[in-house]
């Protein structure tokens, strides 16, 4: 293959370029109509009540702790094998992340390992559903109802992933997307916050806008933080949800062709999906099962082919620097955090360091694949 085949390819067609230059041309660059109409297709999209759109992945997280009532000392069970916005997210407003381990079928949040971590400081549990497979959500909001618990969804990968044919982000109290330029679907940034509940959904509309009377007037009922977007962000993920079928399909596409090239490899195993859930199939990245072959030994490798190929979250959230130095943090001075230093989940130990991701994007063809395939087979 003459072309390297990239593992992050930014799906970007005239259409986008046409509606920036218009709002542009338009001058009025902040959010508003642009916004306004994503937020209604996405929240059809997602079969929600609400969509609100926030600057970015991260601040809708930090808007759905603080519109939940989450702050200093509370806890709130996750993963910690994620981008550390999860767990960030959490400490922003002094609660404190509970790392427990994933089921090393799925590399999802081990329900039992949820089970097994509440105590009476516990207030949320924020499953990320991780390269866009579906947690079992069913489990989670039986724990969650039993414990009186909010659920949190991380939803940054998994746009178009479903339980049952209902979208992810619409079983816990709130879900939460990414449109990080590398997602499904992009807007360079962006993030929103799905629900179906008017109260929660006027009091997130409020905080992103320095706590104004999201109706109209000068009138700040609380403190809020300016996490608006601009229509020009807007403009380009509403041209992205009318590609969405275009676009998502294919990486579904992707994902099923290599699920069947490579289901019985010797020497590696595949995320599982459980039954009835449907991935976003927003990163595929098979583990090592083969002793004396490295992550690192397949990526040089397969570089050699010109295919892209690396680890993501080989470094844990609980082994970052930012968490086993916890004690360094604004409110480590009123809230007692865990030593993270201490923390061990082997199963996260284990996907972080014999996991590689190979290319998934939507530009991605058949032949690539085969290709690709077909090199890895060979390489074992």
């Not at 509440?118 to 949320?124: E, F, M, Q, Y």
């Not at 201490?342 to 996260?348: D, R, Y």
Request: proline residues 4%; glycine residues 6%; contains cysteine.
């Amino acid at each position: 293959m003459s072309e390297k085949i990239p593992v992050v390819d930014v799906n970007i067609g005239e259409k986008e370029i046409e509606e920036v230059i218009k709002v542009v041309r338009s001058k009025f660059l902040i959010e508003g109509k642009n916004t306004r109409e994503f937020e209604s297709k996405f929240a059809k999209f997602t079969g929600s009540k609400h969509a609100v759109t926030v600057v970015n992945g991260t601040s809708a997280l930090h808007l759905a702790l603080t519109a939940l009532g989450i702050g200093p000392g509370d806890e709130v069970i996750t993963t910690p094998f994620t981008f550390i916005a999860s767990s960030n997210a959490i400490t922003f407003n002094g609660a404190i992340p509970i790392f427990v381990d994933v089921d090393r079928n799925t590399y999802n949040i081990d329900p039992e390992k949820i089970r097994e971590a509440i105590t009476n400081k516990t207030k949320a549990i924020m499953p990320v559903h991780i390269f866009g497979n579906p947690s079992n959500m069913k489990e989670i909001m039986e724990i969650a109802n039993e414990h009186d618990l909010y659920v949190i969804e991380d939803c940054a990968q998994a746009h178009d992933a479903r339980i049952s044919g209902k979208h992810l982000g619409t079983f816990g109290t709130l879900g939460v997307f990414s449109f990080y330029g590398t997602k499904n679907l992009i807007g360079g940034e962006g993030g929103a916050i799905i629900s179906n509940d008017d109260e929660l959904d006027e009091k997130i509309k409020s905080l992103k806008n320095h706590g104004r009377n999201p109706k109209g007037g000068y009138n700040h009922y609380q403190i809020g933080y300016n996490y608006r977007i601009t229509d020009i962000v807007a403009a380009i993920m509403n041209v992205q949800m009318d590609r969405a079928h275009e676009i998502l399909d294919r990486r579904h596409r992707n994902g099923n062709l290599y699920r069947k090239l490579l289901d019985n490899q010797e020497g590696l195993t595949i995320q599982k999906i459980l039954p009835n859930h449907s991935s976003s199939d927003y990163i595929f990245a098979p583990l090592i099962t083969k002793k004396d072959i490295t992550p690192q030994m397949i990526i040089s490798y397969l570089k050699k082919k010109n295919i892209a190929s690396r680890t993501i979250y080989s470094v844990l959230s609980y082994e970052q620097p930012c968490y086993t130095n916890i004690s360094e943090w604004i409110f480590a001075k009123v809230v007692n955090y865990p030593d993270y230093s201490k923390v061990s989940c082997p199963n996260a130990e284990y996907i972080a360091t014999h996991h590689f991701e190979l290319p998934m994007v939507s530009t991605l063809s058949d032949e690539n694949i085969y290709y690709i395939v077909d090199s890895l087979k060979f390489f074992f």
